[in-house]
T-cell receptor
C-alpha cells in the first residue's frame, strides 16, 4: 500500500526555471494538500483541494499554481523558480467525511533553487 | 500571523522520564487538534488527535490535553524512549474549512 507518493524526491533548479511536483494518493481520499517546510517556520500550507475539481489558497500561495488532475493526483507548479522557494515540499491527503480526519503525508521533495 | 505556536524549539529529556510538548493557538474557531511526529528525510506521521469536545485523549504512552479557555494543548509522552527523538508538530483545524494549520515544531531529544 503506497499511500501518498511524491516525485521527484530531489530537484535542483536555476532561478527562473519552471517545474511541476507530482503527487498521487491511492487511499481514495477526497482532499489533498501541499505544504512547505522551512527551518524555524514549520509546515506552511501552500494550496489545498477539498475535493476533486476545487482548489484554494493556503497560507503561502504566491509563486505557485496547482492542478487537481483527478481524485488521485494533485500537482504543484513553480512557473519561475526563485531562491526563496528552496524548501522541502510535502503533499498530503485526507478523507474529510464530515468527521474529524487526519492527514497522511508523502515523503517529501527537497527542492533547491540556485 | 502565526495561528498555531510552539514556543519551545527544542527539548531534551532523559530516557524513562516524561516529555511534555506545548502548543498554543489563537483562532477560537479551531475545534480539532493533531500531533505529528517527523523523522529526518521522512514525511510527518500522525500521532494522536483531540476534538474540542474533549479535554484529554490517551493512546498508549501518548496523552494530549486540551485547555480551551487558555487556547493551549500539550502532548505528554510517558515513559520517553530514545526512539521518540524527532520533531513534533501540532496542528489545528476548524470544522468545514478543510485547512490544517501547523506550528513551527519542537525537536525532542531523548537521552539514553
Amino acid at each position: 500500500n503506497a499511500g501518498v507518493t511524491q516525485t521527484p524526491k530531489f530537484q535542483v533548479l536555476k532561478t527562473g526555471q519552471s517545474m511541476t511536483l507530482q503527487c498521487a494518493q491511492d487511499m481514495n481520499h477526497n482532499s489533498m494538500y501541499w505544504y512547505r517546510q522551512d527551518p524555524g517556520m514549520g509546515l506552511r500550507l501552500i494550496y489545498y483541494s477539498a475535493s476533486e475539481g476545487t482548489t484554494d489558497k493556503g497560507e503561502v500561495p504566491n509563486g505557485y499554481n496547482v492542478s487537481r488532475l483527478n481524485k488521485r493526483e494533485f500537482s504543484l507548479r513553480l512557473e519561475s523558480a526563485a531562491p526563496s522557494q528552496t524548501s522541502v515540499y510535502f503533499c498530503a491527503s485526507s478523507e474529510i467525511s464530515g468527521v474529524n480526519e487526519k492527514l497522511f503525508f508523502g515523503s517529501g521533495t527537497q527542492l533547491s533553487v540556485l | 500571523d502565526q495561528q498555531v505556536k510552539q514556543n519551545s524549539p527544542s527539548l531534551s529529556v532523559q530516557e524513562g522520564r516524561i516529555s511534555i510538548l506545548n502548543c498554543d493557538y489563537t483562532n477560537s474557531m479551531f475545534d480539532y487538534f493533531l500531533w505529528y511526529k517527523k523523522y529526518p528525510a521522512e514525511g510527518p506521521t500522525f500521532l494522536i488527535s483531540i476534538s474540542s469536545i474533549k479535554d484529554k485523549n490517551e493512546d498508549g504512552r501518548f496523552t494530549v490535553f486540551l485547555n480551551k479557555s487558555a487556547k493551549h494543548l500539550s502532548l505528554h509522552i510517558v515513559p520517553s524512549q530514545p526512539g521518540d527523538s524527532a520533531v513534533y508538530f501540532c496542528a489545528a483545524s476548524a470544522v468545514g474549512t478543510y485547512k490544517y494549520i501547523f506550528g513551527t515544531g519542537t525537536r525532542l531529544k531523548v537521552l539514553a
